[in-house]
Nanobody, 116 residues
C-alpha cells in the first residue's frame, strides 16, 4: 500500500509558475514509477510527466520545456515544477505511484487554475 498527498496547487496568472509536491508514504521500496497526471473538466485524465525508479523521465508533448518532474533521493516526495503556465494547463493534477506488481495508487489531486 502507498499513500500519496498532493499540495501546491492554486490560482496563477498565465506565464506564471507553480511547484506541486506529492508526499509519498507506505511501501516506498516497491515503487517502480511515479508520475503526475491531470484532468481538465470534460476531458480524460492524461499523463503529464513520469519518472521511473531508474530515473527515466517522460513528458507529454504539451509540457515539454515548461514542466520538470523530480524527486528526492528517498523517493518519498515527487515534485512537478511548472513554468510558463497557460490557460490550457488548468486542471486537477494527480500524483500516482505504480508498484512492482502493477498496483497503481493515486492521490486525491490538487487544483491548478491558470487565469488572468
Amino acid at each position: 500500500q502507498v499513500r500519496l498527498v498532493e499540495s501546491g496547487g492554486g490560482l496563477v496568472q498565465p506565464g506564471g509558475s507553480l511547484r506541486l509536491s506529492c508526499a509519498v508514504s507506505g511501501d516506498i521500496f516497491s515503487i517502480n514509477a511515479q508520475g503526475w497526471h491531470r484532468q481538465a473538466p470534460g476531458k480524460a485524465r492524461e499523463l503529464v510527466a513520469s519518472i521511473t525508479k531508474g530515473g527515466n523521465i517522460k513528458y507529454a508533448d504539451s509540457v515539454k520545456g515548461r514542466f520538470t518532474i523530480s524527486r528526492d533521493n528517498a523517493m518519498n516526495t515527487v515534485y512537478l515544477q511548472m513554468n510558463s503556465l497557460k490557460s490550457e494547463d488548468t486542471a486537477v493534477y494527480y500524483c500516482n505511484a505504480v508498484l512492482a506488481l502493477g498496483s497503481n495508487f493515486w492521490g486525491r489531486g490538487t487544483q491548478v487554475t491558470v487565469s488572468p
